[in-house]
């Protein structure tokens, strides 16, 4: 049984600028949820996929999207980034049986720098 | 935003000594759970509690909840130098539904 892998480890960026960062879920998970981790701060959610579709957003404005893809793997998406936006990004995982009541499986986190 | 707070923001203490970390949250919830994270890396998960439950134990930790009060409370007994690492409480049912919603993190250092 694989845990959740995200890519890159690390990433630095210039302001205005796009970015992709990438999640693959735990074997038999098929829900995905991004959270940003700035530093010294605890993860904020972002928004989850459940079954390629959004299953809910936390405050963050419509330049971070998202996608899930058939084999439940997920992308983050960021345009027009701003120096606010480094950050630990993590991905976690579970499935409806388990995500509710359940630990989530999270990855290693993109660490992301805008400069 | 943040579900609630974590006390203290920081603790030392010596090898083998006890840790107590707590946690408050200002809604309603399904679950609370601790995650531990080493080095700004991923979370771990610890252990969950029910909001129906008042007490439980993993090991060397003890989590207490206590809905009355909004507050929880973590117990690592006879720590250990890898028990150094930022620990976070995380809760569900609140305003994000089952999404988690994390608290500011305690960061625990236990020197050797």
């Known amino acids: 049984e694989t845990g959740v892998t995200q890519s890159p480890t690390h990433l630095i960026k210039t302001r205005g600028q796009q970015v992709t960062l990438r999640c693959s879920s735990q074997?038999?998970?098929?829900?995905v949820s991004w959270y940003q981790q700035a530093l010294g701060q605890g993860p904020q959610f972002i928004f989850q996929?459940?079954?390629?579709?959004?299953?809910g957003r936390g405050n963050f404005p419509p330049r971070f999207s998202g996608l899930q893809f058939p084999n439940y793997s997920s992308e983050l998406n960021v345009n027009a980034l701003e120096l606010d936006d480094s950050a630990l990004y993590l991905c976690a995982s579970s499935s409806p049986g388990q995500g509710i009541g359940y630990g989530y499986t999270f990855g290693s986190g993109t660490r992301l720098t805008v400069v | 935003s943040q579900q609630g707070e974590e006390d203290p923001q920081a603790l030392s203490i010596q090898e083998g000594e006890n840790a107590t970390m707590n946690c408050s949250y200002k809604t309603s919830i399904n679950n609370l759970q601790w995650y531990r994270q080493n080095s700004g890396r991923g979370l771990v998960h610890l252990i969950l509690?029910?909001?129906?439950?008042r007490e439980k134990h993993s090991g060397r930790l003890r989590v207490t909840l206590d809905t009355s009060k909004k507050s929880s409370s973590l117990l690592i007994t006879a720590s250990r130098a890898a028990d150094t690492a930022s620990y976070f409480c995380a809760t569900d049912g609140g305003e994000y539904g089952n999404k988690l919603v994390f608290g500011a993190g305690t960061i625990l250092r236990v020197k050797s």
């Open positions: 996929y459940y079954r390629e579709e959004e299953n």
């Open positions: 509690i029910r909001s129906n439950e």
């Open positions: 074997s038999g998970h098929n829900t």
